[in-house]
């Protein structure tokens, strides 16, 4: 089966700094273009990052530029979201996922595979 398991979520205080991880199983994450998304009560899915499937490049919602950074490791078949700077509005829970199209986009429309989510609270 194919899945995705996202970890690294807790609570933090504002200022403070996460790590998630986005580990994939029967597929090859490398082969894809990989999103981070995070959802919050009665708000829309908002895409906040990619990093494409060759050429490494990445994108990055204005919300997250500059605090967050996504990254990825080919031999763990892990894709990682170190979140620095964080503020009480980045509290949600965080999703990652595969598109199988070549564009670089953070729009949820194109993703295909969605992990399970991990929760993130930034809260004093």
């Known amino acids: 089966q194919v899945q995705l398991v996202e970890s690294g979520g807790g609570l933090v205080q504002p200022g403070g700094s996460l790590r998630l991880s986005c580990t994939a199983s029967?597929?090859?994450?490398?082969?894809?273009?990989i999103g981070w998304f995070r959802q919050a009560p009665g708000k829309a899915r908002e895409g906040i990052s990619c990093?494409?499937?060759?050429?490494?490049?990445?994108v990055y919602a204005d919300s997250v530029k500059g605090r967050f950074t996504i990254s990825r490791d080919n031999v763990k078949n892990t894709v990682y979201l170190q979140m620095n700077s964080l503020k009480p509005e980045d509290t949600a829970v965080y999703y990652c996922?595969?598109?199988?199209?070549?564009?670089?986009?953070?729009?949820?429309?194109?993703?295909?595979?969605w992990g399970q989510g991990t929760q993130v609270t930034v809260s004093s």
């Open positions: 996922a595969t598109s199988p199209f070549n564009v670089l986009t953070t729009s949820p429309s194109v993703y295909r595979s």
């Open positions: 029967g597929f090859t994450l490398s082969y894809s273009t």
């Open positions: 990093i494409g499937s060759t050429d490494g490049r990445t």
